[in-house]
């Protein structure tokens, strides 16, 4: 039996819109019974390198997939739940106006039944950032080809080896990542993505977020390198005031970027804008925490940020 991309057996977490989603490290769960799946998704538009997927049976083995228009999964017989979770797509193509390129579009799934999803339990962290945060390069050394580096990306990235998905994991948090290469506060990056304070109330153009997450952290500045810095520290504000505008009652949480640049304007702007707002948006030092990595960590680069970030997360998080 066939069940639409809306079925109520089916849990999205993240930046999706109507089963797409451009934002790696968005989610979907669904719930079903029988001996097989086979979901259906929109290609079209997709080019090579596809964007590609993690696949999850009942919460095992992580199984590496290309996205493509059917893929079956055979299985036991009896209930099931399968995660995918967008893993790593090309960064230069269009992940943001149509026709979107980067795209992860669930249509539906065949199974022999459906069963209705579970609501979330956990307290959800949104992690709002760049490259880094998306997960660019863990695996450099997955190589497809020398002449364009762009193809390699699908295979070198990975949205669930970051610091943001490895510390939400550690304190039992669901995570929810925005993260696009080159984007910054005032720069737009990768893919015709805007900067950050355009693109934020968005999960790609004209398709509004509807997530709630109870805690939203912020690794903006890195690539606002060309902005002065009374230019940076006013859209870096804008942002705050934009997420607080979507989430009222979320907790921001705020870090020294991980590369150099605007590095001087903390903790000074979070500091300010307290001051200005009467909110207590907090702030995370992360200086040294990278010393001797590259501008794109490795997996195992992550793995030790995400252990530092879990011990500072704690001091603030509330489960």
């Known amino acids: 039996m066939f069940f639409t991309k809306e079925d109520k057996s089916i849990r999205y977490v993240g930046r999706w819109y109507e089963g797409t989603a451009t934002a790696c490290g968005s989610f979907f769960e669904i719930y079903f019974k029988g001996d097989y799946i086979k979901l259906h998704f929109d290609c079209k538009y997709n080019r090579a390198s596809a964007p590609h997927i993690w696949l999850c049976l009942d919460d095992g083995t ?4 290309v996205t493509m228009p059917y893929l079956r999964l055979n299985t036991a017989e009896g209930e099931h739940k399968l995660t995918v979770i967008y893993k790593g797509a090309v960064e230069m ?11 992860v579009s669930l249509v539906g799934y065949e199974a022999d039944e459906a069963i209705e999803a579970p609501k979330g339990t956990k307290k959800v962290i949104e992690f709002v950032g760049d490259s880094i945060t998306e997960g660019v390069q863990v695996d450099h050394e997955n190589t497809i080809t020398n002449e364009d580096p762009q193809p390699n990306r699908a295979y070198e990235d990975d949205s669930t080896a970051t610091y943001a998905w490895r510390s939400a994991q550690a304190l039992g948090l669901e995570p ?3 993260g696009y290469g080159a984007v910054g506060v005032n720069v737009s990056g990768c893919g015709a993505v805007p900067k950050a304070t355009e693109a934020y109330p968005y999960c790609f153009d004209g398709a509004p977020i509807s997530h709630h997450p109870d805690y939203v952290f912020i690794n903006h500045g890195t690539n ?28 921001v949480i705020c870090m020294k970027p991980f590369g150099s640049y605007h590095a001087d304007s903390f903790p000074c702007v979070v500091e300010d804008y307290n001051r200005e707002t009467g909110r207590n948006v907090h702030y995370i030092d992360t200086t040294g925490w990278n010393e001797g990595m590259t ?25």
């Open 93 to 103: 193509q269009h992940r943001w106006y149509q026709p979107l390129e980067g795209k």
């Open 176 to 178: 929810v990542i925005m």
């Open 295 to 319: 501008t794109h960590p490795t997996r195992e680069g992550h793995k030790i940020l995400g252990e530092k970030m879990t011990e500072e997360l704690k001091k603030i998080i509330q489960n």
């Open 62 to 65: 992580m199984t590496e997939s």
């Open 224 to 251: 606002d390198h060309f902005s002065d810095k009374p230019t940076y520290e006013r859209e870096y504000k804008r942002l705050i005031d934009i997420i607080f505008s979507h989430h009222p009652e979320a907790t």
